[in-house]
Nanobody
């Protein structure tokens, strides 16, 4: 069992940056793939980025490539999503997720979820 808690969301202007954090507790975080998803009102949860257990491989949605960076610090049991050059269309609730297998792009493939943190980007 892994418990995940996101933080770092907020209201920013277009072009600004935010860093989301995902604090994990429970079973050893270092053995889990970690990912970030977003969900806008009335829409399905969408893949944003994923990182393997060691941090050696990362994966991104085309919409965030070059703007967002996923990372993790296994010593601190924490994952991060650095979001730069934010756009109004990035506005959503962002969720941290984990699974005990290779990285995946679909939300049903993830076993553990945080409660989400709101990111709002004004134009």
């Amino acid at each position: 069992q892994v418990e995940l808690v996101e933080s770092g969301g907020g209201l920013v202007q277009a072009g600004d940056s935010l860093r989301l954090s995902c604090a994990a507790s429970g079973r050893a975080f270092r053995i889990y793939t970690m990912a970030w998803f977003l969900q806008s009102p009335g829409k399905e949860r969408e893949f944003v980025a994923a990182i393997n257990e060691s941090g050696s491989s990362t994966y991104y949605a085309d919409s965030v490539k070059g703007r967002f960076t996923i990372s993790r610090d296994n010593a601190k049991n924490t994952g991060y999503l650095q979001m730069d050059s934010l756009k109004p269309e990035d506005t959503a609730v962002y969720f941290c997720a984990a699974r005990w297998r290779n990285p995946a792009y679909s939300s049903p493939d993830y076993d553990y979820w945080g409660q989400g943190t709101q990111v709002t980007v004004s134009s």
